[in-house]
């Protein structure tokens, strides 16, 4: 036993002493008893009312509101994944009305891999929070197979499908199914008659006729065959002059067709790319475009300047003819489709309002539309939170409830997320060697400062921070900056707030008329001799309430009531219950502490050589740190947290 081990042991019998508390929470508690097996939580009155994407896209129609929606295609590589999601984030920010991902039918689509079409539409629904549309094909699937595969996307949440016949195998050819799938049509049919009106179809349009088709007008009777089967819109196919998508709309309009009709544009990105696609499509270019390309064929930078400018012409022209809506086929590619956003005024330049204190944006995925509530050790990290709450049936909804431990799962699909890591920056970042516990102290310090590190560059990412610091965070920004700097290392923090209006742009969340509130609230890791300093100054006031832990659990002190979470954060807004988004919860901190803990080793340990000293450092501090979580109750008041703080490190300096 160390030295600060036998110094510290009588402090914490004395602890449980004092408060007759079992102060050894069994860590089953929090692993065994999971949501799915009796939520006592009641139905909100709340209850959100999420529109269909079809009612969405014939409101923007109503209302003459110009939209745009994105086409990505699943990688091949799981380094390939981490890149897409880097872009989806990017280019969700421009706020698109949806994003759709292809179905390959050669690369396992419905499968659990992360290059898989099923989880890219998982994560660009669920972490991304965009509203998603994964395409299917049916030829050569039994409707045994596509059962499966439709309820594997309705279990994700995914409401909309783009239904497409799909491919034979290369090198094979199509060939009639016997009571089996052949034409697009057959799978809207099969959706509709399965599923009724759960998911919204969109299908291929094809301005030129579908290549397949023995005529330009036999394609138009199919395309109405598969909107009379249930298809709720259409997009179509690219195209390069304006004129060929407003006759094929007149067209359809002339044949019945009524559902919205949304043009598919491809910006040109490379001669070799415009050249396979166009061979696959079996479209013709135009002759002025192949003139222009075939001079620049060599020079990237000019071909994409050139491919900017057509689609940007393209799309001025459609829209000067009243089209409002328009698809791009990125290609995986974000700058050109940026570019021509930003040319045609169609990206966002509106910050997202918070929805609640850990929601940027209101939630896409229809598995959990009604959550309302979380502990607030995730609110830092809200993507480890979905991937570890995925399996539940049901979210908790009005309050968090008698918390009789829900089951948190693994990370295991969190690993998409961890190979985004750039080592790179991150080492220029977080220190290319780490010699001593101040080392580490000070890259924290930096990060919530946002001042330069030793190396003179500023921390834009933190391991313990999927999304930045929060703007609150800039109304403490001078104690936290203190506090890092003495070994006080804080990972999620909030000021008290008492009746502040909703629309305040630092402190405010949902509905802009109402008023928000919260307690003070402050998480951070200690070395492991602060504890008695630390649990002499909590005892001065009362009316805190607190939870201290280490890596293994054999230190775990609190004196809250185990099974009733705290309320941290609530909001009173006209006609509504009141809202209480995040709570403090002893027993989801038991699994939020191994998470936590396993961050200094899993993610920033990961950086450095096996056995070398910053490796061994940061390995040192998750075994011998605590992590804490404080709640200063009295919220209407200035927060006592600070004056805690100050008076533990007195006592220290005191004792040395």
């Given at each position: 036993?160390?030295?600060?081990?036998?110094?510290?042991?009588?402090?914490?019998?004395?602890?449980?002493?004092?408060?007759?508390?079992?102060?050894?929470?069994?860590?089953?508690?929090?692993?065994?008893?999971?949501?799915?097996?009796?939520?006592?939580?009641?139905?909100?009155?709340?209850?959100?009312?999420?529109?269909?994407?079809?009612?969405?896209?014939?409101?923007?129609?109503?209302?003459?509101?110009?939209?745009?929606?994105?086409?990505?295609?699943?990688?091949?590589?799981?380094?390939?994944?981490?890149?897409?999601?880097?872009?989806?984030?990017?280019?969700?920010?421009?706020?698109?009305?949806?994003?759709?991902?292809?179905?390959?039918?050669?690369?396992?689509?419905?499968?659990?891999?992360?290059?898989?079409?099923?989880?890219?539409?998982?994560?660009?629904?669920?972490?991304?929070?965009?509203?998603?549309?994964?395409?299917?094909?049916?030829?050569?699937?039994?409707?045994?197979?596509?059962?499966?595969?439709?309820?594997?996307?309705?279990?994700?949440?995914?409401?909309?499908?783009?239904?497409?016949?799909?491919?034979?195998?290369?090198?094979?050819?199509?060939?009639?199914?016997?009571?089996?799938?052949?034409?697009?049509?057959?799978?809207?049919?099969?959706?509709?008659?399965?599923?009724?009106?759960?998911?919204?179809?969109?299908?291929?349009?094809?301005?030129?006729?579908?290549?397949?088709?023995?005529?330009?007008?036999?394609?138009?009777?199919?395309?109405?065959?598969?909107?009379?089967?249930?298809?709720?819109?259409?997009?179509?196919?690219?195209?390069?002059?304006?004129?060929?998508?407003?006759?094929?709309?007149?067209?359809?309009?002339?044949?019945?067709?009524?559902?919205?009709?949304?043009?598919?544009?491809?910006?040109?990105?490379?001669?070799?790319?415009?050249?396979?696609?166009?061979?696959?499509?079996?479209?013709?270019?135009?002759?002025?475009?192949?003139?222009?390309?075939?001079?620049?064929?060599?020079?990237?930078?000019?071909?994409?300047?050139?491919?900017?400018?057509?689609?940007?012409?393209?799309?001025?022209?459609?829209?000067?003819?009243?089209?409002?809506?328009?698809?791009?086929?990125?290609?995986?590619?974000?700058?050109?489709?940026?570019?021509?956003?930003?040319?045609l005024e169609l990206w966002s330049k509106e910050p997202e309002p918070r929805?609640?204190?850990?929601?940027?944006?209101?939630?896409?995925?229809?598995?959990?539309?009604?959550?309302?509530?979380?502990?607030?050790?995730?609110?830092?990290?809200?993507?480890?939170?979905?991937?570890?709450?995925?399996?539940?049936?049901?979210?908790?909804?009005?309050?968090?409830?008698?918390?009789?431990?829900?089951?948190?799962?693994?990370?295991?699909?969190?690993?998409?997320?961890?190979?985004?890591?750039?080592?790179?920056?991150?080492?220029?970042?977080?220190?290319?060697?780490?010699?001593?516990?101040?080392?580490?102290?000070?890259?924290?310090?930096?990060?919530?400062?946002?001042?330069?590190?030793?190396?003179?560059?500023?921390?834009?990412?933190?391991?313990?921070?999927?999304?930045?610091?929060?703007?609150?965070?800039?109304?403490?920004?001078?104690?936290?900056?203190?506090?890092?700097?003495?070994?006080?290392?804080?990972?999620?923090?909030?000021?008290?707030?008492?009746?502040?209006?909703?629309?305040?742009?630092?402190?405010?969340?949902?509905?802009?008329?109402?008023?928000?509130?919260?307690?003070?609230?402050?998480?951070?890791?200690?070395p492991k001799s602060f504890l008695p300093f630390l649990l002499q100054s909590?005892?001065?006031?009362?009316?805190?309430?607190?939870?201290?832990?280490?890596?293994?659990?054999?230190?775990?002190?609190?004196?809250?009531?185990?099974?009733?979470?705290?309320?941290?954060?609530?909001?009173?807004?006209?006609?509504?219950?009141?809202?209480?988004?995040?709570?403090?919860?002893?027993?989801?901190?038991?699994?939020?502490?191994?998470?936590?803990?396993?961050?200094?080793?899993?993610?920033?340990?990961?950086?450095?050589?096996?056995?070398?000293?910053?490796?061994?450092?940061?390995?040192?501090?998750?075994?011998?740190?605590?992590?804490?979580?404080?709640?200063?109750?009295?919220?209407?008041?200035?927060?006592?947290?600070?004056?805690?703080?100050?008076?533990?490190?007195?006592?220290?300096?005191?004792?040395?």
């Amino acid at each position: 036993m160390s030295q600060i081990d036998t110094a510290i042991s009588p402090v914490i019998e004395n602890f449980q002493s004092k408060f007759m508390l079992d102060t050894n929470i069994p860590l089953s508690l929090a692993r065994n008893v999971s949501f799915q097996n009796g939520l006592s939580n009641p139905v909100s009155p709340n209850s959100t009312v999420h529109e269909s994407l079809i009612d969405k896209i014939n409101k923007k129609i109503e209302n003459k509101e110009t939209w745009f929606s994105l086409e990505f295609f699943p990688p091949k590589t799981v380094n390939g994944a981490s890149n897409l999601i880097s872009k989806l984030e990017f280019l969700g920010s421009g706020k698109p009305l949806f994003c759709d991902i292809t179905w390959h039918p050669a690369g396992d689509p419905a499968s659990d891999k992360p290059t898989s079409s099923m989880k890219i539409a998982n994560v660009m629904l669920n972490y991304c929070l965009l509203e998603t549309m994964l395409h299917i094909t049916c030829y050569g699937q039994t409707r045994e197979s596509m059962k499966q595969y439709l309820d594997k996307a309705k279990s994700i949440g995914v409401r909309n499908l783009l239904a497409l016949r799909g491919d034979p195998a290369v090198g094979t050819e199509w060939q009639y199914q016997q009571n089996g799938f052949n034409y697009a049509t057959d799978l809207v049919k099969f959706i509709r008659e399965n599923y009724g009106d759960y998911f919204v179809i969109c299908v291929a349009g094809y301005p030129h006729g579908h290549p397949d088709s023995n005529s330009y007008e036999e394609d138009l009777n199919h395309l109405k065959e598969k909107v009379d089967a249930g298809a709720d819109f259409i997009i179509t196919q690219l195209f390069f002059k304006p004129e060929k998508f407003l006759n094929y709309v007149d067209d359809c309009r002339r044949i019945g067709i009524k559902c919205p009709i949304i043009p598919g544009i491809l910006p040109i990105q490379s001669y070799d790319s415009l050249r396979h696609i166009c061979k696959l499509s079996k479209l013709e270019v135009p002759q002025n475009i192949v003139s222009a390309m075939e001079k620049i064929k060599d020079n990237d930078e000019a071909i994409r300047i050139y491919g900017i400018e057509q689609a940007v012409n393209l799309c001025q022209e459609l829209m000067k003819a009243g089209v409002l809506g328009v698809h791009f086929y990125t290609l995986n590619r974000d700058v050109a489709v940026t570019e021509i956003l930003r040319r045609l005024e169609l990206w966002s330049k509106e910050p997202e309002p918070r929805h609640l204190p850990w929601k940027s944006k209101q939630l896409c995925s229809y598995s959990r539309p009604d959550e309302d509530v979380r502990p607030i050790f995730w609110s830092i990290r809200p993507k480890s939170y979905v991937c570890r709450t995925s399996d539940w049936d049901q979210f908790p909804n009005g309050r968090w409830g008698n918390s009789s431990a829900p089951s948190f799962g693994d990370l295991k699909d969190y690993h998409i997320f961890y190979s985004k890591i750039n080592t790179k920056e991150c080492l220029a970042q977080w220190g290319h060697e780490l010699n001593h516990e101040t080392d580490v102290w000070n890259v924290f310090a930096s990060f919530v400062s946002g001042k330069p590190n030793k190396n003179g560059l500023k921390i834009t990412s933190f391991p313990w921070c999927e999304e930045g610091l929060a703007t609150e965070t800039s109304l403490m920004t001078d104690e936290l900056e203190r506090f890092n700097r003495q070994g006080i290392l804080t990972i999620n923090s909030q000021p008290s707030v008492n009746g502040a209006p909703s629309s305040d742009p630092v402190i405010g969340w949902g509905a802009s008329d109402g008023y928000v509130y919260q307690k003070a609230y402050l998480e951070f890791f200690i070395p492991k001799s602060f504890l008695p300093f630390l649990l002499q100054s909590l005892e001065k006031y009362p009316r805190v309430i607190y939870h201290i832990i280490n890596r293994s659990g054999d230190i775990n002190l609190t004196n809250c009531t185990l099974l009733n979470p705290n309320a941290v954060t609530w909001g009173v807004f006209p006609g509504k219950e009141i809202v209480q988004p995040t709570v403090v919860d002893p027993i989801s901190f038991m699994s939020w502490k191994d998470e936590a803990f396993n961050i200094w080793t899993d993610y920033w340990g990961k950086l450095y050589e096996p056995n070398s000293p910053s490796k061994h450092l940061l390995e040192t501090i998750s075994n011998t740190y605590l992590l804490a979580n404080i709640v200063d109750n009295e919220f209407q008041k200035e927060t006592c947290i600070w004056s805690i703080l100050n008076e533990m490190l007195e006592l220290k300096s005191k004792s040395n």
